[in-house]
């Protein structure tokens, strides 16, 4: 007899999926195109992660980084960082992995929906973030002005560079990009902190949302920004998905205070966290 899975358990089994092409971001950072052998969609919205499995090595939460609104195929950006990722890097095309999910709640798409958009992201941030400033811009008609923010700390660490480029000369969007330092005269735009490009953001504050994405220590300086520009605490969203591991709720990795990320996020707005000192 063939035992029928229900919903409930189907979230702890992978589904099998290819690797249909491999690109390399910087030294230490790939993005990954992956294709279900089944033949159907991940079904993700923007800010879920899911949980890689490297057969015989481990398993991994990793943000989707590609849109919903690219069918057949999903993306997962990743920096190699641990056995998983680090293997996850020598796989070619062809190669099969195990895919749990997709997992958590994701970015409100119909709270933001009609209003004015800033995105910020530090770092391997955009992973994450590009996967809702993609979902924004192919569904533009839908929301109001959109600024986005991208800050690194070298001009070697700038990630999906054609990306980039793109979005610098977009007509649907105002774009800011800076680095940390640059040695050498090989970089010719903004030097600095990522909030050293808030003099130069002009919004409403009543009709906009600030979607934050990147390292820890970035938020606690870029929520002070949002605030001084007037923003409200609900609306400035963030993802926090760090510490996150079986993405069910089940080993208690990412608990914060008795929130789970992995079931309650990773995407928050600060009103419900700023209380909590672990996670800004």
């Not at 660490?157 to 610098?168: D, P």
């Not at 640059?182 to 600095?192: A, E, L």
């Amino acid at each position: 007899m063939v035992m029928q899975l229900t919903p409930k358990q189907s979230i702890h089994l992978p589904r099998i999926a290819t690797v249909a092409r491999v690109d390399t971001l910087s030294n230490r950072e790939k993005v990954f195109e992956f294709r279900f052998d089944d033949g159907k969609e991940l079904g993700q919205k923007p800010g879920q992660f899911v949980e890689l499995s490297i057969f015989g090595v481990g398993e991994a939460p990793i943000s989707v980084t590609s849109s919903p609104t690219q069918k057949g195929y999903f993306e997962l950006a990743v920096r190699a960082t641990g056995g998983v990722t680090n293997k996850l890097h020598t796989l070619e095309k062809g190669a099969k992995v195990g895919i749990r999910g997709p997992f958590g709640n994701g970015f409100p798409i119909e709270t933001l929906k009609g209003k004015d958009i800033l995105f910020v992201a530090g770092g391997i941030g955009l992973f994450p973030l590009r996967s809702l400033i993609n979902y924004v811009l192919d569904n533009r008609k839908d929301f109001g002005e959109v600024t986005t923010l991208f800050g690194c700390r070298s001009p070697l660490e700038r990630l999906f560079i054609g990306q980039l480029e793109e979005w610098n000369t977009c007509k649907d969007m105002s774009f800011l990009e800076t680095v940390d330092t640059c040695q050498d005269d090989s970089w010719k735009g903004n030097v600095g902190v990522i909030t050293t490009l808030f003099p130069k953001v002009h919004f409403n504050p009543v009709k906009t949302y600030a979607i934050v994405v990147g390292p820890p220590i970035m938020y606690r300086f870029v929520i002070a920004e949002c605030i001084k520009k007037g923003l409200a605490d609900d609306h400035i969203i963030m993802s926090l998905e760090r510490r996150m591991k079986c993405g069910v709720g089940k080993c208690g990795h990412c608990q914060i205070n008795g929130l789970y990320v992995c079931q309650e996020g990773p995407v928050f707005t600060y009103a419900q966290v700023k209380s909590l000192k672990e996670a800004v």
